[in-house]
């Protein structure tokens, strides 16, 4: 299970840190995501990070905005969202995939078994 927090309403040039805490086994092993679906489009992967790897992937849109950690335990993964725009506004879900991830495959939603309920970004 994984449990998403920290969505909200800001506006632009804001910033919101979201929070995906999982007990899953080997939760740190997997490849962890954050992934956004806006309204009419189709699930678009955000960054993702392979702590096993020390691999972390941003998509183009996000690079040099947000920012992928883990806590100290590695139960824990934020995502760190500065400068946002109202393209950002989405709804944003968590995900940890079955084990590594690549440059290839980071985006992919179907390489991502496990998925949290999302938490809703609006940036106006």
């Known amino acids: 299970q994984l449990v998403e927090s920290g969505g909200g309403s800001v506006q632009a040039g804001g910033s919101l840190r979201l929070s995906c805490a999982s007990s899953e086994p080997a939760f740190s092993r997997r490849c962890l995501a954050w992934f956004r679906q806006a309204p009419g489009k189709e699930r678009e992967g955000v960054a993702a990070i392979w702590s096993t790897g020390a691999v972390t992937y941003y998509a183009d849109s996000v690079k040099g905005r947000f920012t992928l950690s883990q806590n100290a335990a590695k139960d824990t993964v934020y995502l760190q969202m500065n400068n946002l725009k109202p393209e950002d506004t989405a709804m944003y879900y968590c995900?940890?995939?079955?084990?590594?991830?690549?440059?290839?495959?980071?985006?992919?939603?179907?390489?991502?078994?496990?998925w949290g309920q999302g938490t809703q970004v609006t940036v106006s």
């Open positions: 995900a940890a995939g079955l084990d590594f991830c690549n440059s290839y495959t980071w985006a992919m939603p179907g390489r991502y078994n496990l």
